[in-house]
């Protein structure tokens, strides 16, 4: 095999990082597939650390050791992070998303696969550092999102469900109580689904007074499970709030259906004492 040129060396090396977050890659990897000094590859890597690190976009960390190597840790800057949430407020502010019954409408916003993209970048910023195992939402409305942040975190997605399916083996299942209308609901998880003990973030679209997510956290119970974050894309004013300890990307603020308006801001992602934003 023909030895790499620099340039291409770095382009090839630089995307597989991107394509493997968290994912420890040994030097000697590198240096076997370019041909190619490991003196040289930790140059290329701090080249490609020093790119990260300008555009805000992440770093590379490199682990000492006979069984270290590199990874990729992926995040953004605060005013990146700050330009994602003024876009999510700029869509959702459009009053033609008002609903009957003063609801909003949001499904074309999880099909858009740059700005679930850029969510998912944004719940890797916020959850960084923790030791994460799995990413738990509910169907239908969180699953791209969970996607979009397990894609970063780089761990499973375990999809808590409203009814029981056959193909799913044993499951477990509990009685939660929504907390806006009082409506006795099921929340159902497979039993092979999720490993006892695992520690999990609960990713949601919508919270109002929280009784879905305090059921998805009681369901997790039954599994010894530890919830070490709860993320929403949007949370509302509710008089009833079951949930205190999460984190929103955005707050709608107010939906009026008789003036076709609707006030939308950021959330408390960056308000968050134990969310520490990179600078």
Request: hydrophobic letters at 45%; aromatic letters at 6%.
């Amino acid at each position: 095999m023909e030895k790499w040129k620099r340039s291409a060396r770095m382009v090839d090396m630089t995307q597989r990082l991107l394509d493997h977050p968290y994912t420890l890659l040994p030097l000697t990897t590198f240096a076997k597939r370019y041909q190619a000094a490991k003196s040289s590859i930790s140059e290329d890597l701090a080249i490609i650390n020093e790119v990260l690190a300008n555009d805000g976009s992440g770093m590379i960390e490199t682990v000492a050791g006979a069984a270290g190597g590199v990874r990729y840790i992926p995040f953004y800057k605060e005013e990146r992070v700050e330009t994602v949430l003024d876009e999510i407020c700029e869509e959702l502010s459009n009053p033609v998303r008002i609903l009957p019954g003063g609801f909003l409408y949001m499904s074309d916003l999880l099909g858009k696969p740059q700005l679930m993209r850029r969510i998912g970048k944004v719940w890797a910023t916020v959850f960084q550092g923790q030791k994460i195992d799995a990413i738990v939402t509910v169907e239908t409305k969180g699953i791209p999102l969970a996607h979009a942040a397990a894609s970063f975190l780089q761990v499973p997605v375990v999809i808590v469900r409203y009814d029981t399916r056959v193909t799913e083996g044993s499951v477990v299942t509990v009685n939660t109580v929504s907390g806006s209308s009082r409506r006795m609901k099921q929340l159902s998880l497979a039993k092979r689904s999720l490993p006892e003990g695992s520690r999990v973030v609960i990713i949601d679209d919508f919270m109002r007074a929280g009784g879905t997510v305090k059921g998805m956290q009681e369901l997790l119970k039954e599994f010894d499970a530890e919830v070490v974050g709860v993320g929403v894309l949007a949370d509302a004013k509710s008089e009833v709030r079951l949930v205190r300890d999460y984190v929103s990307l955005v707050s709608v603020l107010e939906i009026n259906e008789e003036a076709k308006t609707i006030v939308v801001d950021r959330g408390n992602a960056l308000l968050k004492e134990e969310v520490e934003m990179p600078k």
